[in-house]
């Protein structure tokens, strides 16, 4: 059955969820390939009875739709992906035959991570020991997104034979399986200790307790990253220890554990103004610096912060309770009035702190930090630089004074 294009494109959802019917009724190819461009019909109710068809058509329907999955568009391709998984296991064998090619793995593998068919996620299994290492990384990625703790032990052998890397740590905290919190607590002292935080934020209550006693161990080094993932959980039991966190005598837990609160505390962005307008100070100052010009760069040593944790505080007024360690990273090897930190952020001099002060300036605040130089030299007379100001909404057309 082949129907015209104006009978699958009618102005009238009714019509075509009708046509759909019909299309399912025949059970052609010409049918089944009108069927798989109604998966992302507009209407809701079309668009469900097209996938609810196509899996009722079972096998014949199968190829084309990887054909989709393979070589279509989105959102088509993703929407072809979910109908096979619906379908099974009709579906687990063609698919198996994609998982050891490089360019169709991923696709794949998210297919059968999301199966309907039981025993399809365990295929998948053999590949976390494939010689290509990139079909390793699609296949870790797939059980992540699969959320079955039947992953879990797998990617732990995974983990312990190629290593932490980022996409199997943080596999597990998609899985949220508790089983994987020894193994992550141990992550907190790697060079992965920032995803493994993440990923014990997200199993969230089974890892209070391994991280506040890995708060109490003196010999444990990185005891601000187990306050970060404490933050992530989020639960009342988890705010109610941040908050006894604020009186720590470690200076990084009592400080990483206020910011956390104060993110907690947030209600989101400033409202705008109750007028809706863009408004413009009459008696405004503005510092020009051009993009062109070439500074002395400066990035900040991730040792004891996490970077997100500097965009966190710098729209709070908490301020870290040490230097914060900076160092030289490109450009002119003597530094002037401006720095230009990571790329977004300035550092300032002694000279420009005592201007802005002097002339009363507002909006603004300064932290500490420790600037080394090209060759590790400490170079004094600098500060870190923050707006505290804040402003409501942008609004993209002519500014007016009001």
């Known amino acids: 059955m082949k129907l015209k294009d104006e009978e699958l494109k009618d102005s009238n959802w009714c019509n075509r969820r009708d046509n759909v019917e019909k299309l399912a009724r025949a059970g052609t190819p010409d049918s089944i390939v009108a069927l798989i461009q109604a998966l992302h019909d507009p209407n809701n109710e079309v668009a469900k009875l097209a996938e609810e068809s196509l899996v009722n058509i079972g096998t014949p329907a199968v190829q084309p739709l990887i054909a989709t999955l393979l070589d279509g568009e989105w959102p088509l391709a993703d929407l072809a992906g979910e109908t096979l998984a619906k379908m099974g296991d009709k579906a687990t064998k063609p698919l198996l035959q994609l998982l050891t090619i490089p360019r169709y793995t991923g696709r794949a593998a998210n297919v059968l991570s999301q199966s309907t ?62 089983q994987a919190v020894p193994l992550l607590m141990e992550e907190l002292k790697g060079t992965q200790r920032w995803f493994a935080a993440r990923s014990l934020g997200q199993i969230g209550e089974p890892a209070i307790e391994p991280l506040v006693e890995a708060l109490n161990q003196s010999e444990y080094n990185h005891q601000g990253v187990a ?40 209600k989101g962005t400033i409202p705008p103004h109750p007028s809706g307008r863009t408004r413009i100070l009459p008696d405004g100052f503005t510092l020009s610096l051009s993009p062109s010009s070439q500074y002395f760069y400066a990035s900040i040593v991730d040792e004891i912060l996490y970077l997100p944790d500097m965009n966190q505080f710098l729209r709070t007024s908490i301020k870290p309770p040490f230097p914060v360690p900076c160092r030289y990273s490109g450009g002119k090897t003597k530094p002037e009035d401006f720095i230009a930190l990571n790329a977004a952020r300035w550092i300032i001099s002694d000279r420009i702190n005592n201007i802005f002060r002097t002339m009363g300036f507002t909006g603004w605040d300064t932290y500490p930090l420790e600037l080394r130089g090209k060759n590790g030299e400490l170079i004094q007379g600098y500060h870190g630089l923050f707006v505290t100001g804040k402003i409501g909404a942008v609004v993209n057309r002519k500014n007016y004074l009001e």
Do not use: C
Not at 121 to 128: T, Y
Not at 235 to 242: D, G, H, I, S
């Open 117 to 178: 068919d039981p025993e399809a996620l365990s295929l998948l299994f053999p590949l976390l020991k494939h010689q290509d290492s990139d079909i390793r990384e699609m296949v870790v990625r797939a059980l992540g997104i699969s959320g079955d703790k039947r992953a879990t032990h797998p990617i732990i052998s995974y983990i312990n034979q190629y290593g932490a890397f980022p996409t199997a740590i943080l596999a597990l905290g998609e899985i949220a399986d508790p």
């Open 227 to 266: 306050v970060y993932a404490l933050g992530l959980i989020r639960t009342e039991k988890a705010r109610v220890l941040l908050t006894e966190m604020v009186k720590h005598p470690d200076r990084v837990i009592s400080w990483r554990a206020a910011m956390t609160l104060a993110e907690i505390e947030a």
